[in-house]
């Protein structure tokens, strides 16, 4: 495999280029699949014969073990296989793998279930229910390691597993054979069925598919298949004491599901040949038919700035860089909604990384860029003041009268009238953006500057209300501005005739200081400095960002008390936020900003 700081990286939408679409269209065309039957749920070769046809034109299936959370690689290959089943009138399945004893939890069930929901699939299709457990084929597959023996294609090896280690052979010569190869038939059987009754401790025997220990590929290089394991299943309890190896366990799961298009990443590709070998076994020993499930391997979603490693994403929770598995900062699936990432962001970076077979990174950016996509035509407009500077209207008793407000109209999509107007009034004091003032102008600056050299102040327009003319400001104790000083220019008030007729180059957003809401709002970026923090076996705590993380209590329109969790907007000029769905209460949102109107990290 290549390196991953050899692979480019993608920074533009990369093109769509998806040969697994390419295959199923030409699959479909020769009707490979077209006589395939299904029995109305998983099962072996007999089950499905007795059932019609498929209406199912493919089966794919998302594979998940439950355990640990999804992150954005996951989402990936979730918008893969439901999205090619949806577009190909197939089927894809919902299938857990948990044939490993030890490591599941109900928890990690639940949460990657509701995140396949969340992102827009469903496992129930053609009114059938297609969730599934592998751990419910144990029978079978233990029936299939027995046929297996039966037929003279597997053993049971007594060899240390420091022993197999050593016969195993290199890259570049050949395995040697087990003394125990060549066992008989009857011996194996019972062997292996004593291994079922634990009889024989773990490590002392193992089960091995008899392929060829001088294959070229070290998968065939007669691979394990059953081991012994005293350990409780959180579905089938005590009743086991042997399980299945991933390599055999997967082709099987994906056989008695009728799979046409099984889809992993890469790093599966040597395990292709033993796939095959072992379903073609089967078949010759009647449990399975064709056409049988085919493996194809694409390239996994590698993206910048971020961490998929289970075990690193526990490192970062457990050791609290991170607030919990859905820290907004992290690319667990929990932790970017709870950023704004909608599901259709997530189909799209899908659908615009399509699927190669080479290993290449994906700039961060075009995530970012996905988002904003899907949110500009979707969200409600507000205005906030994030950094907050005082500024007061000074004629205001003579331009509005005394104790009286101005309300103001704007669209809440400058694009999209039918989403409505937002009402909010102008009142004698309101927020600005401390960016919007400068004492002493630099060169071109157009927003607000007070009286320089003889020469008024500069004039700008209030969003949706008046142009105002800065007249002065006021600093505090420590010498810093603490208010600006301005006067309302009459008969400027905007969507009034004559609103024009005073020309400004600057608009600037604000916020009511009297009747505004003040809001906590968490300032998020990326929360590593490097694009591979990982790379090399660095050590990636060290690239963290310090300023992945900036709380801030910002002003914002108080039509905003009303956002409900989840609920996202654009602050005008500012970004994209989404209301923080675990700490915003009645009244009181919490903002995340989920990602900013532009990339803030280009050159
Ligand atoms: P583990 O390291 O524990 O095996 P995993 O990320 O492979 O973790 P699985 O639960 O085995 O987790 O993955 C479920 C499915 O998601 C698999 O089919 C896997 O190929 C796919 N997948 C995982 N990461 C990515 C990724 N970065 N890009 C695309 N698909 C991915
Ligand atoms: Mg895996």
């Not at 070290?218 to 299945?244: K, Q, S, V």
């Not at 040597?270 to 796939?275: L, T």
């Not at 997530?346 to 615009?352: C, F, K, P, V």
């Not at 209301?579 to 989920?594: I, T, Y």
């Amino acid at each position: 495999m290549t390196a991953p700081n050899e692979t480019k990286t993608h920074t533009g939408p990369a093109p769509a280029a998806n040969f697994l679409r390419n295959t199923i269209e030409r699959d479909l065309e020769a009707h490979a699949y077209a006589t395939r039957h299904w029995g109305g749920g998983p099962g072996d070769a007999a089950h499905h014969a007795a059932g019609p046809l498929d209406v199912a034109k493919i089966r794919t299936r998302f594979p998940p073990e439950p355990n640990g959370y999804l992150h954005i690689g996951h989402a990936k290959s979730i918008c893969l296989n439901f999205g090619l089943a949806r577009d190909f009138g197939g089927v894809c399945h919902m299938r857990f793998d948990d044939t490993n004893p030890e490591k599941e939890e109900q928890e990690y069930v639940d949460s990657i279930l509701d995140a396949v929901h969340w992102l827009g699939f469903d496992w129930v299709q053609n009114g059938e229910d297609h969730l599934f457990y592998a751990s419910n084929y144990f029978d079978f597959m233990y029936r299939a390691a027995e046929t297996l023996i039966e037929r003279g294609h597997a053993y049971v090896d007594q060899q240390s597993a420091e022993e197999m280690r050593a016969t195993r052979g290199t890259l570049t010569e050949p395995g040697t054979n087990s003394p125990w190869r060549d066992r008989p038939v009857e011996e194996n059987l019972r062997l292996f069925r004593e291994m079922r009754d634990g009889k024989h401790a773990e490590g002392s025997m193992i089960l091995r598919a008899k392929v060829d220990m001088a294959s070229p590929n070290i998968n065939l290089r007669d691979p394990a298949i059953y081991r012994i394991r005293f350990a409780e299943h959180h579905n089938t309890g005590n009743t086991w004491c042997i399980y299945p190896m991933y390599t055999f366990a997967h082709p099987i799961e994906d056989a008695l599901e009728r799979i046409t298009h099984s889809i992993c990443t890469l790093e599966f590709e040597d395990q292709r040949p033993f796939y095959d070998w072992l379903l073609e076994r089967l078949t010759e020993g009647g449990l399975l038919a064709h056409p049988l499930p085919h493996q194809y391997e694409f390239a996994r979603l590698n993206l910048t700035y971020i961490i998929t490693s289970k075990r690193k994403l526990k490192q970062l929770v457990d050791e609290k860089h991170v607030e919990g598995w859905d820290d907004p900062r992290l690319p667990t699936l929990v932790g970017m909604r709870r950023r704004g990432y909608t599901p259709e962001s997530l189909q799209l970076l899908a659908e615009r990384t399509g699927a190669s077979k080479s290993n290449s990174w994906i700039d961060y950016s075009v995530l970012e860029g996905c988002l904003r996509e899907d949110l500009e035509g979707k969200t409600e407009r507000a205005m906030a003041a994030l950094d907050p500077l005082k500024l007061k209207l000074t004629n205001w008793d003579e331009v509005v009268g005394a104790g009286k407000v101005e309300p103001c109209v704007a669209p809440a999509h400058p694009h999209h009238p039918e989403f409505g107007e937002r009402h909010f009034n102008l009142t004698p004091e309101i927020w600005i953006e401390r960016e919007d003032f400068e004492e002493v102008p630099p060169k071109g600056f157009r927003r607000l500057y007070p009286p320089q050299n003889g020469q008024p102040g500069n004039m700008a327009r209030l969003k949706y209300g008046y142009v105002i003319e800065c007249t002065g400001f006021e600093k505090d104790a420590e010498g810093k501005v603490a208010a600006v000083l301005a006067r309302i220019v009459p008969d400027t008030k905007s969507g009034t005739p004559g609103a024009d007729s005073v020309k400004v180059k600057g608009v600037i957003t604000w916020v009511s200081a009297s009747e505004g809401l003040a809001v906590e709002a968490r300032l998020y970026d990326r929360l590593f400095t490097e694009a591979q923090p990982d790379a090399g076996g660095r050590d990636f705590l060290e690239a963290l960002n310090p300023n992945s993380r900036r709380v801030i209590t910002a002003w914002v329109e108080p039509g905003l008390a009303a956002a409900k969790p989840d609920e996202k907007f654009q602050f005008e000029r500012h970004g994209y936020f989404v209301a923080d769905r675990v700490d915003s209460q009645a009244g009181k949102p919490v903002f995340n900003l989920a990602v900013g109107l532009k990339d803030s990290w280009a050159k």
